[in-house]
Structures are given as C-alpha cells and as structure tokens.
C-alpha cells in the first residue's frame, strides 16, 4: 500500500496536480502510514530572536502540526477557521496546535498577515530553519498532520481542512486531549 501511495503522490507531483483542489482531496483522503516524523530537523521562531525546533515544541506530546504559507490562497482561506478552533481549545492544549508558516519573509510580515486576518490565537510561529515539506513529507500547503507524543504521525490531510465541522472539531480535540501516558483525556 505504501509504495501505491508514494507512486500515487509522485505522479500527481510530476503532473503539477499537489496543490490542485482535487488531487488534494485524493491524497488526503489516502491513509497515513507509520512513520516518525522529523520535528527535530526543523526550528522555528517567533519573530523575538528565539529559535526552537518543532520536536522541542510539541513536549512529547499529541500535536496537531499546520503548515501553511501567506502565498498560499487555500491557506489564506482555511486561516480564519483554525484560529477559531485554537480559540475553543482550552489553555491548557492550546499549545498542542502549532501553525508553522513556512515563508521566507521577514517574521514582521507573517505576523502582520496572521493580524489582518484577526487570527489572534494562532502564535507566528515560521520555519528559521530546516525544511518542513521534506521532514514532515508533504506535497502542498496547507498540510496538518496528527501527531502522537512518540512522533508518529497518525494522521495526515493534504489541502485545507473544515475545521469548523464539528465532527473535525471533536476529533481534533480529542486526538490532543489523549494522556499518552495512561491512555484517558485530560
């Protein structure tokens, strides 16, 4: 199944399809295989001369990792929507979501484009250094992936998610809620 997938995602890549709507949905819609995702190969900052790398980040715990870029139209779009879902996350779990931009532009500018799109609870986080799409094997942005405490990645969706249905919405939350020590939510 893993090599159908690969070949899958390398032909829709050759033909120009990643960041098509529909080559998006079928990419996202094939299932994530075990892999461990490289969150230590990739630091961030936010913009105050800090620099963290994303296995530092997500503390060993489930994380929901958006990738996404101010270029990026679909981005642009679903950005309004993840900041709501980061608003109803309790302040407790609020910082198992991390929204990554992955610009090359001054940080000064990913906070002003995070601004005029009033997403208040999205913190500006943007790659400083390493290379997301190839530790965390995406294709396009947006990209968001589910991420377990040992690194594996549980989930994978290529494109923009709904994440205002409520059924995204619960299940989102509940994948970050997970004790992974014991197995129950918080």
Known sequence: MR?????????????????????????????????????????????????????????????????????????????????????????????????VSVDTRPHADIAAFLAELDASHLRPWQVTDGNAGTAFRLFGYPATLLVAADGTVVERFAGPVDWDDPAVAMRFEAFVKVDQTSGLGD
């Open 3 to 99: 090599r159908l997938t690969d070949m899958l995602r390398a032909i829709a890549l050759r033909a120009g399809l990643a960041l098509c709507p529909l080559a998006a949905a079928a990419l996202a819609a094939m299932p994530a295989q075990a892999e461990t995702v490289r969150a230590a190969m990739v630091t961030v900052g936010d913009g105050s001369g800090r620099s963290h790398t994303l296995a530092a980040l997500m503390h060993g715990q489930p994380t929901i990792l958006h990738v996404w870029a101010t270029w990026c139209v679909p981005c642009r779009d679903e950005l309004p929507a993840v900041d709501r879902f980061a608003a109803g996350l309790g302040a407790g779990i609020r910082d198992r979501l991390i929204a």
